[in-house]
């Protein structure tokens, strides 16, 4: 993208989408039931579903008028090969990660609050945070830096840690920008979404799978 009028259109519909997940965010934690659905186990889902729905109809018609954020082609090679690198990733965690409360504490009573909070982290927090940080974020800074790839995708990550904010413990975020760097590296490597979906999913699944596990096999 050469132009200089694409080039600034574009970073502001990427900045405009970060400024609709805020939005969004920021309105379900006004709401007046916040601190019941966080008791019941509820919220997580909801605010799940409720960036899903905007920011992948965004991310869709802003792909129908520029070229830039692919969704991109899936790899079986690549996909086994990230896959190895994310479980090494993943392992050496074990050395420094201290436990977070906080994940357990999302999921309420019941098998089926459980089931719900590991669907919205599996299978639609992946795609809307990709969409919003590989996609929209990454490629905000790579149009006025494609060179600086690196710098690019270690901004990204820091901004995609401090997002978590959830968390408390500074190893978490540590181990947060490590991930998004292995994301990154998987979007430019090839070419799209796809991967980084993939691997995000994979990831939220290994994280979730012990409650599942407790839960499933009571």
């Known amino acids: 993208m050469n132009n200089h009028a694409d080039k600034v259109t574009c970073t502001l519909l990427c900045m405009g989408m970060c400024l609709v997940w805020y939005t969004l965010t920021v309105i379900v934690s006004a709401l007046p039931g916040?601190?019941?659905l966080a008791e019941t186990g509820m919220?997580?889902?909801l605010l799940c579903a409720?960036?899903?729905s905007a920011l992948v109809p965004l991310y869709r018609w802003y792909s129908s008028r520029y070229a830039n954020i692919p969704i991109g082609t899936f790899s079986w090679r690549q996909a086994v090969l990230f896959s190895v690198l994310l479980l090494g990733l993943i392992a050496s965690q074990s050395f420094y990660l201290q436990q977070e409360s906080w994940t357990g504490g999302q999921f309420g009573e019941g098998r089926s609050k459980v089931i719900l909070f590991s669907l919205a982290v599996v299978l639609l927090a992946p795609v809307f945070e990709e969409i919003l940080?590989?996609?929209?974020v990454m490629q905000g800074l790579l149009l006025w830096a494609p060179k600086q790839r690196l710098a690019c995708a270690l901004l990204t990550s820091i901004g995609f840690a401090a997002m978590h904010t959830q968390y408390t413990h500074f190893q978490t975020l540590i181990a947060l920008i490590a991930l998004s760097l292995l994301l990154c590296y998987a979007r430019l490597?090839?070419?799209g979404l796809r991967l980084p979906i993939f691997l995000h999913m994979l990831n939220n699944l290994i994280g979730v799978s012990p409650?599942?596990?407790i839960t499933l096999t009571q």
């Open 34 to 36: 916040y601190s019941v």
């Open 43 to 45: 919220l997580m889902p």
């Open 50 to 52: 409720v960036e899903f």
């Open 133 to 136: 940080f590989r996609g929209f």
């Open 189 to 191: 490597l090839s070419g």
């Open 211 to 213: 409650w599942l596990w």
